[in-house]
């Protein structure tokens, strides 16, 4: 086989074969769906848009889901056919710890309340 050959048959990176290339287009449109995404929550909290606030958080919480995706396909290029599905690995590790740091989150979030100590009661001083 002839170095000709070798190229003829060597990987190439081309947006179609799973490899996709960052372009200009690209990385301007993932930075306004991330701007997007990140000032309509911030309107939300400010504009007290939903009276109940389990809402607002939650929504929020679906906003920065969306942005991790974003995030994940615009900029880090992402998808199922990229690497030899190396890339999918790392996407449901990354959805494992986005589930386990959010449902920690809320968990100490919602009972952190419950296990502060009562505010009539004040420590004694040694001094």
Known sequence: MSHADADHHAPSHHEGEGHPEGTLKGYVTGFVLAAILTIIPFWL???DVFDN????????MAFAVVQIVVHMVFFLHMNPRSEGG???LALAFTIIILVITLAGSLWVMYHLNTNLMPAGHEMSQPF
């Open 45 to 47: 909290v400010m504009g």
């Open 53 to 60: 606030k389990n809402v607002t958080a939650l929504v929020i």
């Open 86 to 88: 190396w890339t999918l």
